[in-house]
């Protein structure tokens, strides 16, 4: 009778138990997790998250700053400002950073900020183009993108987008290099799981350009593309590249709902 | 394990048998989810299997698997099973199979084929034509592994 009461005893204790743990599980992201999508922030540091949070040691920030210089600043030969043609940037640029990229008709392809800002240099400033990971277009990038901070990725993948979004979606789930890995087996696969130090993430795109503590510096989510593809020891595309470009907007079609949150703070 | 799953390990067993004379690799020979023979005619050496096995550049397994015994080590990872007592679970010819090519066994797997060396998509230059771990290295990572007993 005892023997049967102690034995009874243990079950409740895992019965009571597995309750709990559940409980600890489904932690609260208030808006950094849309149903089952959870933006990098959800896997990164406490330590990490308090420097995003904060606009004062979010290292980031210097770039927004850099970025809000440059908008005002004339460069090239038609003596223009990005301020000249669109006046107020919290008002002009405010839907930027959660629908793009997005397919240009003008151009025939799929344009992302970086790719239109040095269109806009080239053909309406008449300056030189930027290169991809500058301070000046990581500044730029970066002070666009903020003026959508908050709202929800909503990037269009329709009509004219469409075969874009299906080349992004090939290349995401396309095994590559000689370690064989496509992007899916991490991000999608193993989202949560260690590897190494690190805790995978989804891979989402709605923190970039992201300032890395690794790099000391922000950078493009096309930089990181190339980091990634280096890491399963894979030949990487160029930034900017048509197939990174379908790519981004594969990675921000999956974060649709997420805020933007540039610029991020991560490992 | 379902029906489903037991057709395509079969399938995927049938076509590795090919490829392994396609590829130029050492030829080896699949029979009941295993590769019985050593790759090298000899057998491993469970030191530098260790070494191979620790080292980020070669296997770099602790990347994905914890191994309880190696609590030295730090940052062992979560996206494979954890390796204790796995040689008391498997035997040499299968986990020699696992570690050569464990698509063999499950086509979706993100464990790299350690021993295949083309017939992969985009290959950065340095790692072109060669496999992750040589045949020596296989045979004595496998050496080391086989001492994962319960």
């Known amino acids: 009778m005892k023997r049967k009461a102690l034995v009874l005893a243990g079950v409740g204790a895992v019965a009571l ?19 089952d999508k959870r933006s990098g922030y959800t896997f990164a540091k406490a330590e990490t998250r308090a420097i995003q949070d904060d606009d004062f040691e979010n290292p980031g920030m210097l770039w927004v700053e850099h970025g809000e210089e440059l908008w005002e600043t004339v460069d090239g030969e038609a003596q223009k400002s990005c301020k000249s043609c669109h006046a107020d940037a919290s008002d002009t640029m405010k839907n930027v950073g959660s629908t793009y990229p997005v397919f240009a008709k003008d151009i025939g392809k799929l344009e992302n900020v970086e790719n239109r800002i040095n269109r806009c240099r080239t053909d ?31 990037v269009k993948v329709d009509g004219d987008a469409a075969p874009w979004f299906e080349k992004g979606k090939e290349f995401y789930n396309q ?5 064989d890995m496509a992007c899916k087996h991490c991000h999608v696969d193993n989202a949560g799981n260690m590897i190494r130090a690190n805790t995978l993430s989804q891979g989402q795109g709605n923190g970039f350009p992201t300032y890395r503590l690794k790099w000391q510096k922000p950078g493009s989510l096309h930089r990181r593309f190339r980091g990634c593809n280096k890491q399963v020891r894979a030949t990487p595309y160029k930034t900017g590249s048509d197939e990174y470009l379908a790519l981004e907007l594969y990675v921000m079609y999956r974060g649709q709902g997420l805020p933007v949150e540039t610029p991020a703070v991560r490992n | 394990m379902s029906i489903k799953r037991i057709a395509v390990g079969a399938f995927a067993l049938a076509t590795v ?9 050492a030829e080896y020979k699949v029979e ?85 060396k083309d017939g992969f998509h985009r290959v950065l230059k340095n790692f072109k034509g060669k496999s992750v771990l040589n045949a020596q290295e296989v045979e004595d990572v496998l050496a080391y592994v086989m001492t994962m007993k319960e």
């Open chain 2, 17 to 25: 048998a090919a490829s392994a004379t396609l590829t130029g690799a």
């Open chain 1, 124 to 154: 309406n400033m008449k300056a030189k183009p930027w290169k991809y990971d500058s301070r000046n277009m990581l500044g730029m990038v970066s002070y666009v993108k903020r003026q959508s901070f908050g709202q929800p990725m909503n």
């Open chain 1, 175 to 179: 095994r590559r290099g000689q370690l």
């Open chain 2, 32 to 116: 009941d989810e295993a590769i019985k023979a050593s790759l090298t005619g000899k057998a491993g050496d469970p030191d530098n299997g260790k070494k191979v096995f620790l080292n980020r550049k070669k296997g770099n397994c602790l990347a994905c698997h914890v191994v309880s015994s190696l609590k030295d080590q730090p940052f062992h990872g979560q996206v494979g099973p954890p390796l204790d007592g796995t040689a008391s679970r498997w035997s040499e010819g299968e986990l020699r199979l696992r570690i050569v090519n464990a698509k063999a066994l499950n086509e979706d797997t993100i464990m790299p084929a350690f021993y295949r």
């Open chain 1, 17 to 35: 138990a597995v309750p709990s743990v559940m409980t600890f599980a489904a932690e609260d992201w208030g808006q950094y997790q849309v149903g």
